[in-house]
T-cell receptor, first 114, second 109 residues
Framework: IAGITQAPTSQILAAGRRMTLRCTQDMRHNAMYWYRQDLGLGLRLIHYSNTAGTTGKGEVPDGYSVSRANTDDFPLTLASAVPSQTSVYFCASRVGTGPTDTQYFGPGTRLTVL | DAKTTQPNSMESNEEEPVHLPCNHSTISGTDYIHWYRQLPSQGPEYVIH???SNVNNRMASLAIAEDRKSSTLILHRATLRDAAVYYC??????????FGKGTKLSVKP
């Protein structure tokens, strides 16, 4: 079982370019999340999806969009990248809706916007 | 959302116990406390969670104060592989995790 896979592992991107970060899970979890982690800080929520077909905005959604066409995939798109979006991006999934559910994280995508 | 407060860093010697504190003075009565850790260059991973009573699993123990305003993650015998950033976390309204800066644990051989 792979768990959560993210692609690419790392990317250097010119400002103004469009970029999609891919996230796939094979655990059939309902909820999925995108977080960003800036140097020396904790993770912050960008967008979330409680189930296929629904998405919502997190703490820092500006400049990002997501879609959830099916249970397994949750891509994150930067429509026009800016240097402030340089960060490490983590995708996560969670089964169920209870207060004790565990989240599982992918290995991350390190994105540098120049 | 209520905050959690942790020391920025701690050091431990290998094979000694480690006590990682967390203050969560504004936590509500039904909020669980979750602990995750992040090994270098990896995504966070679950460690343990609890509500009111002390909890144990194969990775760690969690001691929760009677007033629930603080908790302590206990690693009984630290190993070099336990060097990581440890996060004391509350859940957000969408089931997301609310991260602070965490405590960076260094383990010396």
């Amino acid at each position: 079982i792979a768990g959560i896979t993210q692609a690419p592992t790392s990317q250097i991107l010119a400002a103004g370019r469009r970029m999609t970060l891919r996230c796939t899970q094979d655990m059939r979890h309902n909820a999925m999340y995108w977080y960003r982690q800036d140097l020396g800080l904790g993770l912050r929520l960008i967008h979330y999806s409680n189930t296929a077909g629904t998405t919502g905005k997190g703490e820092v959604p500006d400049g990002y969009s997501v879609s959830r066409a099916n249970t397994d995939d949750f891509p994150l798109t930067l429509a026009s990248a800016v240097p402030s979006q340089t960060s490490v991006y983590f995708c996560a999934s969670r089964v169920g809706t209870g207060p004790t559910d565990t989240q599982y994280f992918g290995p991350g995508t390190r994105l540098t916007v120049l | 959302d209520a905050k959690t407060t942790q020391p920025n860093s701690m050091e431990s010697n290998e094979e000694e116990p480690v006590h990682l504190p967390c203050n969560h003075s504004t936590i509500s009565g039904t909020d669980y406390i979750h602990w995750y850790r992040q090994l270098p260059s990896q995504g966070p991973e679950y460690v343990i969670h609890g509500l009111t009573s002390n909890v144990n699993n194969r990775m760690a123990s969690l001691a929760i104060a009677e007033d629930r305003k603080s908790s302590t993650l206990i690693l009984h015998r630290a190993t070099l592989r336990d060097a990581a950033v440890y996060y004391c976390i509350r859940r957000g309204s969408q089931g997301n995790l609310i991260f602070g800066k965490g405590t960076k644990l260094s383990v010396k051989p």
